[in-house]
């Protein structure tokens, strides 16, 4: 995707509604600081679907990018010029590139993010797998497997609307996918790789259910971390990635998307959001 890569001074910043909870700004900063782009900023901005529209119309030529957090994902799409295939998929952008044009490009880091955060903890491919929970996450989830699972996706949802949504991803993303009630959810732990996309407290009561020798937990919360979850799978001696994991790899490829500098600095990235984490 075509990128402004200049030093001059750029602003770019993260959009939302709540907002003030994320840590992009501090991802961001920190990527500015090693790679030299002292005249970079980056800030966070409330704004929700109906404001949208003027905040974006109100933008300069200094804008660099723009990161996406809910609810405006979907939102965003009939304001860009184009989005990628990526984003295409889940109809749903989480970042936005000003190019030199003045094109606003759409892309997803969501779901590279994943694939990267996976493959960091040796996960380069599975025969099969299970998602706790069916929102927006879940989506992006199948869109991950749909590049590195072989075999079937069973997705443990709490009513037939989600049920027939996740199995409608599955056909768009041609992904085999096979939904089961959250009250048998404690079987998708023993899946080769569990991905649970669920708010914060839905997962702990499955805590208890983890087996002896666990495989793999892709967690995408990470405040407060660990989850109930998290902490008893590490303590079976089971790998597991964090949401931090995914929320600084889809960070990396944003700043390379705006900066146009590869590759971003992961470690300092990281070492700011634990930081960051860690006096909240």
Request: glycine share 8%; aromatic share 6%.
């Amino acid at each position: 995707m075509p990128t402004r890569a200049t030093d001059d001074a750029r602003r770019a910043a993260v959009l939302g509604k709540p907002i003030a909870h994320s840590l992009s700004p501090v991802l961001h900063r920190a990527a500015y600081g090693e790679l030299g782009l002292a005249d970079w900023s980056y800030e966070r901005f409330e704004v929700d679907e109906a404001g949208l529209p003027g905040f974006l119309a109100s933008l300069g030529p200094e804008w660099a990018g723009l990161s996406l957090t809910m609810p405006l994902k979907r939102a965003v799409i009939p304001l860009v010029d184009e989005i990628s295939e990526t984003a295409a998929s889940v109809d749903a952008v989480n970042t936005v590139v000003f190019a030199e044009d003045g094109r606003r490009l759409g892309d997803n880091t969501d779901i590279p993010g994943m694939v990267a955060a996976l493959r960091e903890h040796g996960i380069e491919q599975v025969g099969s797998a299970a998602i706790l929970g069916a929102g927006a996450t879940a989506s992006s989830a199948l869109a991950a497997l749909a590049r590195i699972c072989t075999g079937e996706v069973v997705a443990y949802v709490r009513s037939a609307e989600r049920a027939a949504e996740m199995r409608h991803w599955g056909e768009r993303l041609d992904v085999e996918v096979r939904t089961a009630d959250w009250a048998d959810a404690e079987q998708a732990l023993h899946a080769p790789l569990v991905i649970a996309t669920t708010p914060a407290g839905t997962t702990d009561a499955l805590a208890g259910a983890v087996p002896e020798c666990p495989t793999t937990l892709f967690d995408v919360l990470y405040h407060p971390w660990p989850t109930a979850l998290a902490a008893r799978w590490s303590m079976f001696g089971g790998a597991v990635v964090s949401g931090l994991d995914l929320l600084v790899h889809q960070a990396v490829l944003q700043v390379e998307q705006m900066t146009g500098r590869s590759p971003a600095p992961l470690d300092a990235m990281r070492r700011a959001g634990e930081k960051a984490l860690a006096e909240r």
